[in-house]
Structure formats: structure tokens, C-alpha cells
């Protein structure tokens, strides 16, 4: 079955700060992985995800995110933390037969002046 | 143009009382979803439709009763309200087709039972 681990409940960084938000997969089949974003009091946004192209993937808001299969990982990376980047993040995998999401337990992260 | 849209936003009602939540999504979707993100923030699915068929029933109780009167509208009803049911309830819609699409969600409906 197919599961997503999140490490790290809160994330804070510096504005300008590098931002790491990490997620691992399990899954019996190659996987399909999404990075969604959730502002307060808000609907979750898709930032990125990995359908079996490229290994590196490119998302809104300068996101970008790296499938390592010998590691199982998606991390979520961006250079340059800004303010409005506060929010809940949440790594998702889909089963591959179906569109079914399951998720992560979510990344808070926090941005300090 | 709102994609996925959801009535109401907020509702607070008591225990014991019946409400429904309603979506619909103008993306021309074939499938629609509900997930329940829990106090904690924890997202699951609930259902899934797809053409008006359910799909994905994951094991919730039967007060939980979805209706789908076509492809683009997936209500939810909600029979005898329990404290428990407290969440933030998503609509979801996607394309059909080969596994990986995109779910968009919309905006949540946060329900409250006291």
C-alpha cells in the first residue's frame, strides 16, 4: 500500500532562507507524487508533482521538488524563503490505479522577518 | 470563475441534526471526491464518483451519504451530526483517465457540531 511520510511537523526559516520540506514514499508500484499547499482558511493549491518524467520538477511560486528513487524521497526545496510562503504543506502519493490521494500529516512551515 | 465550488463555507449546528454540504465544478471533471481534513489537519478521502458511480467508499459510517445528480455536482449528506464530525470537509474534482491527474480542490466547508 502506498503511504507518504512527512519528517518535521514545523518548519521555520529566516526570510531569504533556504527552504527544505521532506517526504518520503512507500509504494509497490512507481509512484505518483504531488506537493500541495494550504493557506489559512483556504483550499489546498498543487504546487508541483511527479508523473514518471522528469526526476526534477519545477512548480509554482519558484518550488521545485526531486524524485530519488534509491532514497524513496520527494523533497520540496526553494532558494529564497519569502513571508507569503507560510503555510501548511502537505506530500502526497496516488496509487496508480486510481486518483486517490493519500497524504502526508503536513509540513507548518514559518517564515520570519 | 471559481473551478471547484462548495456551500456553505462555515456551518455550526448541534448534535443530532441533519445538513448536507454541496459542490460543484465547472472543469468539466468526470471524477469528484470528498476528503475530510481533521482537527489535526490530517486529510482522507471519503468518496469517490466517477460519471455519477461511486467509486471509493472508505469505510465511512452510513450518516455519510454522498449524491451525485450529475457528473458535476457531488453533495454531501450528513445525517444525525455527532461531535466528531467537526472537520473541514473538501470537495475535489479531477479528469478521468490514466492514473497521476491533477485534484483540484475547492475551498473547504468547515463544519462545526456542538
Known amino acids: 500500500a502506498q503511504s507518504v511520510t512527512q519528517l518535521g511537523s514545523h518548519v521555520s526559516v529566516s526570510e531569504g532562507a533556504l527552504v527544505l520540506l521532506r517526504c518520503n514514499y512507500s509504494?509497490?508500484?512507481?509512484?505518483?507524487l504531488f506537493w500541495y499547499v494550504q493557506y489559512p482558511n483556504q483550499g489546498l493549491q498543487l504546487l508541483l508533482k511527479y508523473t514518471s518524467a522528469a526526476t526534477l520538477v519545477k512548480g509554482i511560486n519558484g518550488f521545485e521538488a526531486e524524485f530519488k528513487k534509491s532514497e524513496t524521497s520527494f523533497h520540496l526545496t526553494k532558494p529564497s524563503a519569502h513571508m507569503s510562503d507560510a503555510a501548511e504543506y502537505f506530500c502526497?502519493?496516488?496509487?496508480?490505479?486510481?486518483?486517490?490521494?493519500?497524504f502526508g500529516t503536513g509540513t507548518r512551515l514559518q517564515v520570519f522577518p | 470563475d471559481t473551478a471547484v465550488s462548495q456551500t456553505p463555507k462555515y456551518l455550526v449546528t448541534q448534535m443530532g441534526n441533519d445538513k448536507s454540504i454541496k459542490c460543484e465544478q465547472n472543469l468539466g471533471h468526470d471524477t469528484m471526491y470528498w476528503y475530510k481534513q481533521d482537527s489535526k489537519k490530517f486529510l482522507k478521502i471519503m468518496f469517490s464518483?466517477?460519471?455519477?458511480?461511486?467509486?471509493i467508499n472508505e469505510t465511512v459510517p452510513n450518516r455519510f451519504s454522498p449524491k451525485s445528480p450529475d457528473k458535476a455536482h457531488l453533495n454531501l449528506h450528513i445525517n444525525s451530526l455527532e461531535l466528531g464530525d467537526s472537520a473541514v470537509y473538501f470537495c475535489?474534482?479531477?479528469?478521468?483517465?490514466?492514473?497521476?491527474?491533477?485534484?483540484?480542490f475547492g475551498e473547504g466547508s468547515w463544519l462545526t457540531v456542538v
Open positions: 464518483y466517477n460519471n455519477k458511480e461511486l467509486i
Open positions: 475535489a474534482s479531477s479528469q478521468a483517465g490514466p492514473a497521476g491527474n491533477t485534484i483540484y
Open positions: 509504494s509497490s508500484v512507481p509512484p505518483y
Open positions: 502526497a502519493v496516488s496509487d496508480g490505479n486510481t486518483d486517490k490521494l493519500i
